[in-house]
């Protein structure tokens, strides 16, 4: 009796969590993605090598983002003592302070657009290293990156 | 009522062939000079100059600038004599730039990398620093190396800088010191390839181009393939 019991409180508190589970995923898509959970993960992570050896280095990956939306706020690094998020335009560079994480959609850093800047580097980055990226999300929290060091020249892909 | 709702279908009918005039419009205009029969858009690319290099034909045949700074070994460096007869690129930035100039520069050393030695040596690439406080002769060399080794850099006087990269229509502005101790320069960021039949400036390459668009241009420059 009691064993069956059981059994079936098992089964009914499963049936539970999984309705739950089939709410929160209702929910996610029923309020645009501004509420809902962000569902982060990174992609396509690298530093070129500086090209002045311990010199100013630049950061680029892609997060993708499978729930709402999310803001990256900073990045910090065991690696280096100052990284900074910046946008190229036409002719110079600005600083941002925040970049989107669009819901269900992708926050490209990539060459020639957003990407981090990286300075101070504990010491100067060598080919094949896989350095520690800290990258504070509003609602995710931080993201832990583990990020190689690639050619100056490298893409993804290559 | 009724007929209010008799026309909203009617409304997104029309607004559904309207956006696919749209696509129908921009698929011509995309596949414009590929040589399609009738309508504006053939016409256009018929009467458009046909070059076979990928980089933006300048109208305009910028003179080679009259610069003389220092090269970096610390000697003094006269642009339009030095590189007279030869096939140039010329860019401007500075060496505490993350982004655009080391991928810029790092693109046209790996396109360089592609064509044969004896071709390779037909290109003077010259590199401008636009914060010649920071970038001495030894910082631009090290920097350059990582591109190029035989790339020329030059620094000195930035007025000299400025009124040189002016004709060409590339902004140079001041350097701003950050906070952090971090430099931004404001630059334009293209690089300017010069023949070396006239030493004028035929063609133009904005930041952002790939290295094979790249290594298709230089290996018909090489080849001294008229634009």
Known sequence: MSRSFRRTALIGSGLAAVLTAGTVVVACQSSDGSAAAPRLSVADPYIPLPATPGGMGAGYLTVRNEGGADRLLKVTSPAAASVTMHRSTDSSMEEVTALEVPAHGTLDLARGGTHLMIMDWAKPPALGEELELDLQFAKAGTVVVKIPVKPLTYRPGD | ?227
């Open chain 2, 1 to 227: 009522m009724a007929s209010q709702r008799s026309t909203r279908p009617r409304l997104a009918a029309a607004a559904a062939l309207a956006l696919s005039t749209v696509l129908v419009l921009s698929a011509c205009s995309s596949s414009g000079g590929g040589g399609g029969e009738g309508g504006t858009a053939a016409k256009v690319s018929r009467e458009a100059p046909t070059s076979q290099y990928q980089g933006t034909v300048l109208k305009k045949n910028f003179e080679k600038p009259d610069l003389q700074l220092a090269d970096t070994s610390g000697q003094p460096y006269d642009l339009k004599a030095k590189t007279a007869g030869k096939t140039v690129l010329l860019f401007f930035g500075y060496t505490s730039c993350p982004d655009v100039c080391p991928t810029t520069m790092g693109d046209i050393g790996v396109a360089l990398s592609k064509l044969p030695a004896e071709e390779r040596q037909k290109f003077d690439v010259v590199f401008v620093s636009t914060d010649p406080q920071r970038d001495t002769p030894q910082v631009l060399r090290t920097w350059l190396d990582s591109m190029g080794k035989d790339f020329i850099g030059l620094t000195g006087d930035l007025e000299k800088v400025k009124a040189a990269a002016k004709p060409l229509g590339i902004l140079v502005e001041d350097p701003v010191v950050n906070a952090n101790g971090s430099v931004t320069s404001t630059h334009g960021a293209q690089v300017l390839a010069f023949l070396p039949t006239d030493d004028k400036a035929h063609l133009l390459y904005m930041a952002g181009t790939s290295v094979e668009t790249y290594r298709h241009d230089l290996e018909l420059l090489a080849k001294g393939v008229a634009v």
